[in-house]
């Protein structure tokens, strides 16, 4: 059973534009969640993260949002850059971390 | 200077074989961990370690062991490997500081099992 869903597998977005990632959750106890990036070959490596308690954290280029009540969360990325291309997870955490299955992000030039 | 480190990176074996998978960590961190990123790309903690005390314990089968001769290795022994176990398995560290978890990951290792 999934608790942390990210539905898009992929996705392309031109370079300069915005970049929306998308994560669903079930479990509402939850209290943290955070994005993960990964390049080929290499672990993932953390990226940006917001506690239950907020609704936005920003850190430069990137931005992620929480709708607690729609357990949703996003990560934005504006404008996107060649280097974004990379796999994005998706986690959360109760007593352990959750990950997502993972986006796949294209910066087409 | 690598912060998680893993050997191998590629781990190719046949099947009731033995092997292990080192991990090390020079950040200082409290706690390890074991991840396994399947075919379907889940990537699904297995272990979790804290000063060298096994605090998650996932469902893993008894053939898969992990020891923390310190705090700043966790390797993972795997007996009788099976076609099931070839994977992606990443090892992590992180130190837990309020309310925050950061998990730093070594570059994984490749194994597969023929």
């Known amino acids: 059973d999934q608790q942390v869903k990210q539905n898009s597998p992929s996705l392309s977005v031109q370079e300069g534009r915005i970049s929306i990632l998308n994560c669903d959750y079930t479990?509402?106890?939850?209290?943290?969640f955070l994005w993960y990036k990964k390049y080929p070959a290499e672990g993932p490596t953390f990226l940006i993260s917001i506690s239950s308690i907020k609704d936005k954290n920003e850190d430069g280029r990137f931005t992620v949002f929480l709708n607690k009540s729609a357990k949703h969360l996003s990560l934005h990325i504006v404008p996107s850059q060649p280097g974004d291309s990379a796999v994005y997870f998706c986690?959360?955490?109760?007593?352990?971390?959750?990950f997502g299955k993972g986006t796949r992000l294209h910066i087409l030039p | 200077d690598t912060a998680v480190s893993q050997t191998p990176k590629y781990l190719v074996t046949q099947m009731g074989n033995d092997k292990s998978i080192k991990c090390e960590q020079n950040l200082g961190h409290d706690t390890m961990y074991w991840y396994k990123q399947d075919s379907k790309k889940f990537l699904k903690i297995m272990f979790s370690y804290n000063n060298k005390e096994l605090i998650i314990n996932e469902t893993v089968p008894n053939r898969f062991s992990p020891k923390s001769p310190d705090k700043a290795h966790l390797n993972l022994h795997i007996n009788s490997l099976e076609l099931g176990d070839s994977a992606v398995y990443f090892c992590?560290?992180?130190?837990?500081?309020?309310?925050?978890?950061?998990?730093?990951f070594g570059p994984g290792t490749r194994l597969t099992v023929l």
């Open positions: 986690a959360a955490r109760d007593d352990k971390i959750i």
């Open positions: 479990n509402s106890m939850f209290d943290y």
């Open positions: 992590a560290s992180s130190q837990v500081a309020g309310n925050t978890d950061t998990q730093y």
